[in-house]
């Protein structure tokens, strides 16, 4: 993990040793919000322009089957109960400036989310909270590397059943599909997952923060469920390959790539949370520090 701005990363020596070496650049970076967050949070066009400059310099890092996933939350017009067409405008900025294929649309749901814009769910109650963000996940390619079969999620009791039985109904259903006899019949270790994902985020308790609290040290308010990061280091990537964080915070990425045996390299400005993300790692790794 090294401190640092990305704009100065991308200039370095150590951006040159791994431009087209990165199988999978995962990132959460400020969300395009109209409105100024401690955590410096760039705002409206300036948030566009910021992001846009970032797309092709990002997209030579990748090697040839390599992939951008970032996580993008939702924005709402200042003072008023409509959403903002910011993160659509920063999607396709990046999509058009690193000359990327957007591969599929994810839906982060957060079920424990407080409720938000609290002017208009809770106040004035004329919307609904606001519970997921985007994921969009790009590749350099139309053919970025992935296997979902590395993200099975366990199969229902209904589908445990149908295997159990190896019968079905079979044949033709209302929505003019056709399914053999055997097509349901194969046990492949678990259900290929949908593109809607559910964490609640609530480690209240986690490593990071009994480590930042002994230490002293402020918490990042903006970290990202690990399960996340998991996900798409599972799906995209395999042992030995490099992950890439270009707006590290807490380095979620970093741990979540360390715990499943692949290389990683984050960059992040404020030294507290470099200090606060060794509590991420085991008791071993938290001694070492990072690199400045």
């Known amino acids: ?35 100024k967050k401690r955590y410096g949070n760039k705002v409206g066009k300036e948030y566009l322009a910021w992001l846009e400059g970032f797309a092709a310099p990002l997209a030579e890092l990748l090697t040839d089957d390599g992939s951008l996933v970032v996580e993008m939350g939702n924005a709402w017009e200042p003072g008023e109960p409509v959403m903002s067409t910011l993160a659509l405008k920063a999607l396709l900025a990046i999509v058009e400036g690193g000359e990327l294929s957007l591969c599929q649309q994810f839906v982060v749901h957060n079920p424990a989310r407080l ?28 053919r970025p590397k992935a296997d979902n079969r590395r993200v099975l999620t366990d199969y229902s009791p209904a589908m445990l059943k149908l295997l159990e039985r190896q019968s079905y109904n079979s044949g033709p259903r209302p929505s003019q599909h056709h399914i053999g006899e055997k097509s349901f019949l194969t046990d492949n270790g ?48 395999d042992k030995g390959d490099l992950v890439f964080d270009p707006f590290g915070g807490s380095n979620t990425t ?20 470099i200090a606060g993300s060794r509590g991420r790692f085991d008791s071993v790794l938290a001694t070492s520090g990072a690199r400045a």
């Open 190 to 237: 678990g259900a290929i997952p949908s593109n809607v994902l559910s964490f609640s985020n609530t480690h209240s308790t986690d490593e990071y923060r009994r480590y930042c609290n002994e230490q002293d040290l402020k918490l990042h308010p903006a970290r990202m469920p690990p399960e996340l990061a998991e996900f798409f280091i599972r799906f995209l990537t």
């Open 1 to 35: 993990m090294y401190e640092g701005h990305l704009e100065g990363f991308l200039t370095s020596d150590l951006a040159d040793d791994v431009r087209g070496k990165v199988q999978l650049i995962f990132t959460s970076p400020p969300f395009p919000l109209n409105r």
């Open 115 to 142: 409720p938000s814009p609290a002017q208009w769910v809770n106040v004035e109650r004329i919307r609904v909270k606001d519970a997921y963000t985007n994921v969009w996940w790009m590749g350099r390619s139309a």
């Open 254 to 273: 970093g741990a979540s790539a360390d715990e499943l045996s692949r290389k990683w390299l984050t960059i992040e400005p404020d030294a507290n949370f």
